[in-house]
Protein backbone atom coordinates (compact mmCIF):
# COMPACT_ATOMS: atom_id res chain seq x y z
CA UNK A 1 0.00 0.00 0.00
CA UNK A 2 1.19 3.29 -1.19
CA UNK A 3 2.28 5.85 1.95
CA UNK A 4 -0.26 8.46 2.26
CA UNK A 5 1.32 12.19 2.40
CA UNK A 6 1.31 13.68 6.19
CA UNK A 7 -0.60 16.86 4.98
CA UNK A 8 -2.21 15.68 1.76
CA UNK A 9 -4.10 18.79 -0.47
CA UNK A 10 -7.21 17.90 -2.64
CA UNK A 11 -8.18 19.75 -5.67
CA UNK A 12 -11.75 19.50 -7.38
CA UNK A 13 -12.04 19.73 -10.76
CA UNK A 14 -15.55 21.06 -11.89
CA UNK A 15 -16.44 21.15 -15.77
CA UNK A 16 -18.92 23.52 -17.00
CA UNK A 17 -21.43 24.01 -19.73
CA UNK A 18 -23.81 26.96 -19.27
CA UNK A 19 -23.87 26.06 -15.21
CA UNK A 20 -25.02 29.68 -14.25
CA UNK A 21 -28.49 28.61 -13.07
CA UNK A 22 -26.55 25.93 -10.38
CA UNK A 23 -23.52 27.35 -9.74
CA UNK A 24 -24.81 29.46 -6.86
CA UNK A 25 -26.20 25.77 -4.97
CA UNK A 26 -22.77 24.13 -5.77
CA UNK A 27 -20.55 26.92 -4.27
CA UNK A 28 -22.98 26.76 -1.25
CA UNK A 29 -22.81 23.34 -0.80
CA UNK A 30 -19.14 23.30 -1.21
CA UNK A 31 -18.85 25.72 1.53
CA UNK A 32 -20.56 23.74 3.93
CA UNK A 33 -18.68 20.45 3.29
CA UNK A 34 -16.36 19.50 6.40
CA UNK A 35 -13.58 17.54 5.18
CA UNK A 36 -10.49 16.06 7.29
CA UNK A 37 -7.81 17.68 4.66
CA UNK A 38 -7.62 21.46 2.99
CA UNK A 39 -8.60 21.96 -1.24
CA UNK A 40 -8.96 24.22 -3.59
CA UNK A 41 -11.68 23.82 -6.54
CA UNK A 42 -10.74 24.44 -10.75
CA UNK A 43 -13.69 25.29 -12.93
CA UNK A 44 -13.05 24.67 -16.54
CA UNK A 45 -15.49 26.83 -18.17
CA UNK A 46 -16.41 24.80 -21.39
CA UNK A 47 -17.23 27.64 -24.05
CA UNK A 48 -20.53 28.37 -21.88
CA UNK A 49 -23.19 30.62 -24.03
CA UNK A 50 -24.68 32.13 -20.54
CA UNK A 51 -23.56 33.95 -17.69
CA UNK A 52 -21.28 30.89 -16.27
CA UNK A 53 -17.96 32.67 -16.72
CA UNK A 54 -19.30 36.20 -15.41
CA UNK A 55 -20.01 34.38 -12.01
CA UNK A 56 -16.63 32.03 -11.83
CA UNK A 57 -14.71 34.98 -12.53
CA UNK A 58 -16.70 36.99 -9.11
CA UNK A 59 -16.06 33.43 -7.27
CA UNK A 60 -12.28 33.70 -8.22
CA UNK A 61 -12.41 37.00 -7.30
CA UNK A 62 -13.90 36.39 -3.97
CA UNK A 63 -12.20 33.27 -2.94
CA UNK A 64 -8.14 31.90 -3.10
CA UNK A 65 -9.31 28.50 -3.05
CA UNK A 66 -10.91 29.14 -6.54
CA UNK A 67 -9.61 29.04 -9.79
CA UNK A 68 -11.37 28.70 -13.78
CA UNK A 69 -10.06 27.70 -16.98
CA UNK A 70 -11.44 29.24 -19.56
CA UNK A 71 -11.38 27.31 -23.08
CA UNK A 72 -11.94 28.88 -25.90
CA UNK A 73 -14.94 26.96 -27.39
CA UNK A 74 -16.81 24.18 -26.72
CA UNK A 75 -14.99 21.09 -26.85
CA UNK A 76 -16.61 18.52 -24.93
CA UNK A 77 -17.11 17.34 -21.21
CA UNK A 78 -14.17 14.61 -21.39
CA UNK A 79 -11.85 17.30 -22.97
CA UNK A 80 -12.86 19.80 -19.94
CA UNK A 81 -12.38 17.09 -17.57
CA UNK A 82 -9.32 16.47 -19.33
CA UNK A 83 -7.97 19.55 -19.23
CA UNK A 84 -9.16 20.07 -15.16
CA UNK A 85 -6.61 16.89 -14.89
CA UNK A 86 -3.50 18.79 -16.64
CA UNK A 87 -4.06 21.67 -14.47
CA UNK A 88 -5.03 20.33 -11.35
CA UNK A 89 -2.86 20.35 -8.31
CA UNK A 90 -2.69 18.38 -5.05
CA UNK A 91 -2.07 14.88 -3.96
CA UNK A 92 -5.78 13.82 -4.36
CA UNK A 93 -8.09 15.19 -7.15
CA UNK A 94 -11.97 14.77 -7.41
CA UNK A 95 -13.93 14.91 -10.78
CA UNK A 96 -17.27 16.52 -9.78
CA UNK A 97 -19.66 17.64 -12.15
CA UNK A 98 -21.22 21.11 -11.58
CA UNK A 99 -25.11 20.02 -11.66
CA UNK A 100 -24.96 18.58 -8.10
CA UNK A 101 -25.92 15.15 -9.64
CA UNK A 102 -22.55 13.71 -8.38
CA UNK A 103 -23.18 14.70 -4.35
CA UNK A 104 -20.06 16.57 -3.05
CA UNK A 105 -21.00 15.14 0.26
CA UNK A 106 -19.53 11.88 -0.36
CA UNK A 107 -16.29 13.16 -0.40
CA UNK A 108 -15.77 12.17 3.24
CA UNK A 109 -16.44 8.22 2.45
CA UNK A 110 -13.87 8.97 -1.12
CA UNK A 111 -11.65 10.13 1.09
CA UNK A 112 -11.77 7.77 3.85
CA UNK A 113 -11.33 4.80 0.80
CA UNK A 114 -8.24 6.20 -0.23
CA UNK A 115 -6.66 6.31 3.17
CA UNK A 116 -7.36 2.81 3.26
CA UNK A 117 -5.34 2.58 0.30
CA UNK A 118 -7.52 2.79 -3.05
CA UNK A 119 -5.65 5.05 -5.72
CA UNK A 120 -8.96 5.18 -7.89
CA UNK A 121 -12.24 5.49 -5.79
CA UNK A 122 -15.55 6.14 -8.23
CA UNK A 123 -19.05 6.65 -7.58
CA UNK A 124 -21.24 3.74 -8.69
CA UNK A 125 -24.80 5.50 -9.87
CA UNK A 126 -28.22 3.59 -8.57
CA UNK A 127 -31.64 4.68 -9.06
CA UNK A 128 -30.79 7.39 -11.95
CA UNK A 129 -33.32 9.81 -12.02
CA UNK A 130 -34.00 10.00 -15.86
CA UNK A 131 -36.58 8.75 -18.08
CA UNK A 132 -37.30 5.19 -18.50
CA UNK A 133 -35.91 5.05 -22.10
CA UNK A 134 -32.42 6.79 -20.73
CA UNK A 135 -31.96 4.55 -18.35
CA UNK A 136 -32.27 1.51 -20.22
CA UNK A 137 -30.24 3.38 -22.88
CA UNK A 138 -27.40 3.85 -19.99
CA UNK A 139 -28.21 0.53 -18.65
CA UNK A 140 -27.57 -1.15 -22.16
CA UNK A 141 -24.38 0.60 -22.90
CA UNK A 142 -22.47 0.00 -19.50
CA UNK A 143 -23.62 -3.98 -20.05
CA UNK A 144 -22.47 -3.66 -23.69
CA UNK A 145 -18.90 -1.96 -22.92
CA UNK A 146 -18.46 -4.32 -20.29
CA UNK A 147 -18.53 -7.38 -22.50
CA UNK A 148 -16.76 -5.50 -24.84
CA UNK A 149 -14.01 -3.30 -23.45
CA UNK A 150 -10.44 -4.94 -23.01
CA UNK A 151 -10.04 -3.84 -19.74
CA UNK A 152 -12.94 -4.17 -16.65
CA UNK A 153 -14.99 -0.95 -16.85
CA UNK A 154 -17.04 -0.75 -13.62
CA UNK A 155 -20.85 -0.70 -14.74
CA UNK A 156 -22.95 2.54 -13.75
CA UNK A 157 -19.29 4.55 -12.95
CA UNK A 158 -18.99 7.30 -14.41
CA UNK A 159 -16.49 10.26 -14.00
CA UNK A 160 -17.37 11.00 -10.42
CA UNK A 161 -14.02 9.79 -8.81
CA UNK A 162 -11.25 10.48 -6.54
CA UNK A 163 -7.78 9.68 -7.99
CA UNK A 164 -4.25 9.87 -6.44
CA UNK A 165 -2.14 11.89 -7.58
CA UNK A 166 0.32 9.20 -9.21
CA UNK A 167 -2.81 7.85 -11.33
CA UNK A 168 -3.67 11.23 -12.58
CA UNK A 169 0.16 11.83 -13.84
CA UNK A 170 -0.44 8.47 -15.79
CA UNK A 171 -3.44 9.75 -16.97
CA UNK A 172 -2.16 13.07 -18.23
CA UNK A 173 0.50 11.12 -20.19
CA UNK A 174 -1.73 9.03 -22.23
CA UNK A 175 -1.31 10.64 -25.82
CA UNK A 176 -4.96 10.09 -27.09
CA UNK A 177 -7.15 12.60 -28.31
CA UNK A 178 -10.61 10.92 -28.62
CA UNK A 179 -10.81 10.58 -24.99
CA UNK A 180 -13.15 8.67 -22.56
CA UNK A 181 -11.26 9.38 -18.88
CA UNK A 182 -13.30 6.35 -17.11
CA UNK A 183 -11.70 4.00 -19.38
CA UNK A 184 -9.02 5.37 -19.02
CA UNK A 185 -8.90 5.56 -15.71
CA UNK A 186 -10.20 1.78 -15.71
CA UNK A 187 -7.01 1.14 -18.23
CA UNK A 188 -4.22 2.47 -16.41
CA UNK A 189 -4.71 -0.08 -12.93
CA UNK A 190 -3.67 0.98 -9.58
CA UNK A 191 -5.92 -0.25 -6.49
CA UNK A 192 -9.61 0.88 -7.14
CA UNK A 193 -12.77 0.45 -5.42
CA UNK A 194 -16.39 2.41 -6.04
CA UNK A 195 -18.98 3.56 -3.77
CA UNK A 196 -22.70 3.14 -4.16
CA UNK A 197 -24.84 6.37 -4.49
CA UNK A 198 -28.19 7.13 -5.21
CA UNK A 199 -28.12 9.58 -8.12
CA UNK A 200 -30.72 12.82 -8.05
CA UNK A 201 -31.67 14.50 -10.91
CA UNK A 202 -29.82 17.74 -12.18
CA UNK A 203 -30.83 20.90 -9.63
CA UNK A 204 -31.11 23.28 -12.02
CA UNK A 205 -30.77 23.94 -15.64
CA UNK A 206 -30.45 21.86 -18.74
CA UNK A 207 -28.14 18.80 -19.04
CA UNK A 208 -25.17 19.44 -21.87
CA UNK A 209 -25.66 16.32 -23.02
CA UNK A 210 -27.13 16.14 -26.21
CA UNK A 211 -28.28 12.53 -27.73
CA UNK A 212 -25.44 13.39 -30.67
CA UNK A 213 -22.93 13.92 -27.83
CA UNK A 214 -24.02 10.68 -25.94
CA UNK A 215 -24.06 8.57 -28.92
CA UNK A 216 -20.37 10.27 -29.59
CA UNK A 217 -19.32 9.54 -25.74
CA UNK A 218 -20.68 5.90 -26.25
CA UNK A 219 -18.57 5.39 -29.83
CA UNK A 220 -15.59 6.34 -27.97
CA UNK A 221 -16.02 4.06 -24.89
CA UNK A 222 -16.77 1.34 -27.66
CA UNK A 223 -14.02 1.91 -30.17
CA UNK A 224 -11.43 3.34 -27.58
CA UNK A 225 -11.35 -0.12 -25.77
CA UNK A 226 -12.47 -2.95 -27.65
CA UNK A 227 -12.29 -4.19 -31.41
CA UNK A 228 -15.02 -6.25 -30.99
CA UNK A 229 -16.52 -3.70 -33.66
CA UNK A 230 -14.29 -4.67 -36.16
CA UNK A 231 -14.77 -8.22 -35.57
CA UNK A 232 -18.35 -8.00 -35.55
CA UNK A 233 -17.69 -6.58 -39.06
CA UNK A 234 -16.20 -9.79 -40.12
CA UNK A 235 -18.24 -12.10 -39.11
CA UNK A 236 -21.28 -10.22 -40.18
CA UNK A 237 -19.09 -10.02 -43.79
CA UNK A 238 -18.27 -13.86 -43.51
CA UNK A 239 -22.18 -14.52 -42.91
CA UNK A 240 -23.48 -12.48 -45.38
CA UNK A 241 -21.03 -14.35 -47.69
CA UNK A 242 -22.24 -17.80 -46.60
CA UNK A 243 -25.62 -17.11 -47.17
CA UNK A 244 -25.12 -15.64 -50.60
CA UNK A 245 -23.59 -18.93 -51.31
CA UNK A 246 -26.38 -20.76 -49.41
CA UNK A 247 -29.22 -18.84 -51.22
CA UNK A 248 -27.16 -19.46 -55.29
CA UNK A 249 -28.86 -22.69 -56.14
CA UNK A 250 -32.68 -21.54 -55.03
CA UNK A 251 -32.28 -18.48 -57.01
CA UNK A 252 -30.68 -20.50 -60.10
CA UNK A 253 -33.78 -23.32 -59.77
CA UNK A 254 -36.36 -20.84 -59.36
CA UNK A 255 -35.51 -19.07 -63.09
CA UNK A 256 -37.14 -22.31 -64.76
CA UNK A 257 -40.91 -21.49 -62.94
CA UNK A 258 -40.90 -17.71 -62.47
CA UNK A 259 -39.61 -14.86 -64.76
CA UNK A 260 -40.67 -12.38 -61.57
CA UNK A 261 -39.70 -13.97 -58.36
CA UNK A 262 -35.77 -14.41 -59.07
CA UNK A 263 -35.67 -10.73 -60.07
CA UNK A 264 -37.33 -10.16 -56.28
CA UNK A 265 -34.85 -12.08 -54.48
CA UNK A 266 -31.87 -10.46 -56.37
CA UNK A 267 -33.50 -6.92 -55.28
CA UNK A 268 -33.64 -8.45 -51.90
CA UNK A 269 -30.33 -9.68 -51.37
CA UNK A 270 -28.69 -6.85 -53.18
CA UNK A 271 -30.38 -4.22 -50.48
CA UNK A 272 -29.09 -6.51 -47.80
CA UNK A 273 -26.12 -6.82 -48.92
CA UNK A 274 -25.99 -3.11 -49.90
CA UNK A 275 -26.94 -2.26 -46.31
CA UNK A 276 -24.02 -4.52 -44.97
CA UNK A 277 -21.32 -3.15 -46.93
CA UNK A 278 -22.59 0.22 -46.13
CA UNK A 279 -22.47 -0.61 -42.18
CA UNK A 280 -19.22 -2.42 -42.07
CA UNK A 281 -17.90 0.51 -43.61
CA UNK A 282 -19.13 2.83 -41.22
CA UNK A 283 -17.53 0.81 -38.33
CA UNK A 284 -14.20 0.83 -40.21
CA UNK A 285 -14.37 4.31 -40.98
CA UNK A 286 -15.24 5.06 -36.75
CA UNK A 287 -11.42 3.38 -36.36
CA UNK A 288 -10.12 5.25 -39.19
CA UNK A 289 -11.41 8.77 -38.04
CA UNK A 290 -9.68 8.48 -34.70
CA UNK A 291 -6.86 7.13 -36.60
CA UNK A 292 -6.63 10.47 -38.32
CA UNK A 293 -7.32 12.69 -35.48
CA UNK A 294 -3.97 11.17 -33.57
CA UNK A 295 -2.04 11.63 -36.70
CA UNK A 296 -2.80 15.37 -36.59
CA UNK A 297 -1.34 15.85 -33.36
CA UNK A 298 -3.81 19.00 -32.67
CA UNK A 299 -3.90 19.79 -29.16
CA UNK A 300 -7.33 18.49 -27.55
CA UNK A 301 -8.05 21.79 -26.38
CA UNK A 302 -6.78 25.98 -26.26
CA UNK A 303 -6.69 27.91 -23.37
CA UNK A 304 -8.46 31.30 -23.26
CA UNK A 305 -7.55 32.22 -19.91
CA UNK A 306 -6.69 31.55 -16.64
CA UNK A 307 -8.59 32.86 -13.09
CA UNK A 308 -7.73 32.67 -9.57
CA UNK A 309 -4.69 30.28 -8.37
CA UNK A 310 -4.91 28.27 -11.78
CA UNK A 311 -3.46 31.90 -13.13
CA UNK A 312 0.13 31.33 -11.52
CA UNK A 313 0.51 27.49 -12.45
CA UNK A 314 2.46 26.28 -15.64
Not at 159 to 184: C, K, Q, T, W
Request: a neutral charge.
Amino acid sequence: MAKRPTHPQLCLVIPCYNEEPVLPQLIERLSTLKLEIPYRVLFVDDGSRDGTLRYLESVCASDERMACLSLSRNFGHQVAVSAGLRHAKGDVVVILDADLQDPPELLPDFLAQWHNGYDVVYGIRTNRKETFLMRMAYSVFYRLLDRSANVTIPRDSGDFALIDRRVVEVINSLPEHNRFVRGMRAWVGFRQTGVSYERPARVAGKSGYSLRKLITLALDGLIGFSTVPLRMAFWLGMGAFFWGIARLPGLVGQTWFDDWLPFANITTLILLLGGLQLAVLGIIGEYIGRILDEVRGRPIYVLKHRLGWAAESD
